[in-house]
């Protein structure tokens, strides 16, 4: 009888897996399905046999945060529902072990930390000061590298043999910790320290889109010319940092990246820990390239709240028009959020189908409807985030998503160009 139930468990199993795919085929819009039997993609810092050698007799520093993480113990597949695209997923489910944590394990001699924003262990807000200090776990010095001191000074490196940076990047530009990964660059190459980078899939690597950086406007947002998604590994990025001669007088930094496993530019990555305090899942991943662009405006994108970047709302906006509401509070990784503690009228964007492109509209009809166009941009900020003072200019004047979008693509096929030289994968 057991045997019976087993073998229809496993029938109703097959049946729904299958529809669940044709459902998925059906609507290329959605997330693609992921067959249970793929490699889930690794990230470098996995390959510790290819590291772990170079690190041998060494004094090392790691730049690190809460996603720089080993995986440890066998992977489980679990089958979910996923509600941004109502399709059902195997999703890779493993325990980590922190990568500072696992090298001291096996006896690297780990001398200094150095942390991003948003610090060690992932807790501060955005744009707040990250002191220096101790890691209470390890007992190691814990250098910031975000608010005044975000290039490791010469002192700081002093005896240090090699740097290893593992940070998860989101792979938009506006995303601070590849501006941290070129000073880091840059420091070492000044002190003739070698880099490794563990390299981490991206989780927005299917696409290139947006407005191109200009290079008046380039700041810790963004310091090199590219466009507002960029398509590449943080270990593609290092390596068109470094040949493209982005680094100060065109240094070079030795650079040795550790490859990600699984995986290439169509694979589909869920992240197992929040990447910031304020993109909680991978729907808020998904959206940010498009809502963070809201940051230089005066909507709130749910900071405040525990939906960050799967919402957005504003008190001057039309409740016919904007029904969903919300109000902002402070929590973990916003102490001071957008109209914090004011009812906001705004758009439920949770069960938005996984996209491809920067999607402007949300942006664009929201200028149109808001109650207070004169205020509506903080247009030092704005243009720090898309890169360019054309943007704000079209939404002003009216312009389409589709006319501001054909504006971008001169300069994204120049950058495709660019990108070929350092991809690393297909």
Not at 122 to 137: I, M, N, S, Y
Not at 305 to 310: G, L, N
Not at 397 to 422: C, H, P, T, V
Request: charged share 25%; hydrophobic share 35%; net charge neutral.
């Amino acid at each position: 009888m057991r045997l019976i139930s087993l073998k229809n468990t496993v029938l109703l199993f097959l049946v729904l897996v299958l529809s669940c795919a044709s459902k998925s085929d059906n609507d290329s819009n959605k997330i693609d399905k992921i067959d249970k039997d793929d490699p889930v993609p690794l990230a470098g810092a996995t390959q510790t046999e290819e590291y772990l050698p170079l690190l041998a007799n060494k004094r090392v520093a790691i730049v690190a945060n809460q996603t720089s993480g080993i995986y440890n113990g066998k992977l489980k597949m679990e089958f979910e529902r996923v509600l941004s695209s109502g399709d059902s997923l195997y999703h890779a489910k493993r325990d980590q072990t922190h990568l500072v944590d696992s090298l001291l394990s096996r006896g690297v001699n780990i001398v200094k930390v150095f942390a991003p924003e948003h610090g060690f262990r992932g807790r501060a807000d955005a744009g707040e000061l990250v002191a220096d200090g101790k890691d209470t776990k390890t007992g190691l010095s814990i250098v910031s590298l975000y608010g005044k001191n975000k290039k490791p000074s010469d002192q700081q490196l002093e005896g240090i043999d090699v740097i290893v940076f593992d940070i998860q990047d989101v792979g938009v530009r506006f995303y601070t910790y590849i501006a941290t990964m070129h000073y880091v660059m840059e420091a070492a190459a000044q002190n003739n320290i070698s880099l490794i980078i563990l390299d981490r899939p991206n989780p927005n690597g299917q696409f290139i889109d947006g407005p191109t950086m200009q290079k008046e406007h380039t700041s810790f947002l963004g310091l090199h010319p590219i466009p507002l998604v960029h398509g590449m590994t943080i270990g593609e990025y290092a390596q068109m940092i470094n040949g493209e001669g982005w680094l100060k007088e065109a240094i070079k930094c030795d650079l040795k990246i550790i490859n990600n496993k699984y995986y290439n530019h169509s694979s589909h990555y869920s992240l197992p820990v929040r990447p910031s305090p304020n993109l909680p899942n991978d729907t808020a991943i998904h959206l940010y390239p498009s809502l963070g662009l809201l940051e230089g405006t005066t909507l709130n994108a749910g900071r405040g709240t525990e939906m960050q970047f799967q919402i957005f709302g504003d008190p001057a906006l039309p409740k016919q028009d904007y029904p969903f509401t919300y109000t902002p509070k402070p929590n973990f990784g916003a102490k001071y959020p957008k109209h914090n503690g004011t009812s906001c009228n705004g758009l439920d964007l949770r069960d938005t189908k996984r996209m491809y492109k920067v999607d402007l509209s949300w942006i664009i009809e929201a200028y149109a409807s808001h109650t207070n166009k004169t205020e509506f941009f903080n247009t030092i900020n704005f243009t720090a985030h898309s890169g360019t003072p054309e943007l704000q200019k079209q939404i002003e004047a009216g312009w389409n998503m589709d006319q501001i979008r054909e504006s971008w693509q001169l300069e994204i096929e120049e950058f495709k160009k660019i990108r070929a030289k350092y991809l690393r994968y297909e």
